[in-house]
């Protein structure tokens, strides 16, 4: 199995800027790379994904803020918001599938099999 770890997170002010990172254990230059992120009470949220080709998409809630980026020389994924918001506050997952499935099930919101076990995000008012 892959396995994911995120760093990063941590207590930010409202309108600085977060830097996540996940790092995957193997397999990191054929892995589609996405990140969600899960507030008490709401559910998961889709927030990008980074292709293995680099090309990114982006959910609305983070487009013109967040970037998302890949580094294959150390198997680690991005995650950077600008401009922070406290409804940026959340546990954000780091998630991953073959990027050769977006071939038969393109589908960049679901079906992503590995799992990263989250770091939380506090955004302060």
């Not at 589609?32 to 809630?61: C, H, I, N, Q």
Request: charged residues 25%.
């Amino acid at each position: 199995q892959v396995r994911l770890l995120e760093a990063g997170g941590g207590l930010m002010q409202a309108g600085g800027s977060l830097r996540l990172s996940c790092f995957a254990s193997e397999r990191f230059t054929v892995l589609a790379m996405a990140w969600f992120r899960l507030t008490p009470g709401k559910e998961r949220e889709f927030v990008g994904v980074v292709r293995r080709d680099g090309d990114t998409f982006y959910s609305d809630s983070v487009t013109n803020r967040g970037t998302i980026s890949r580094d294959n020389s150390k198997s680690t994924a991005y995650l950077q918001i600008h401009g922070l918001k406290p409804e940026d506050t959340a546990v954000y997952h780091c998630a991953a599938k073959d990027d050769y499935d977006f071939y038969s099930r393109p589908d960049y919101l679901t079906n992503y099999a590995y799992w990263g076990r989250g770091t939380q995000v506090t955004v302060s008012s």
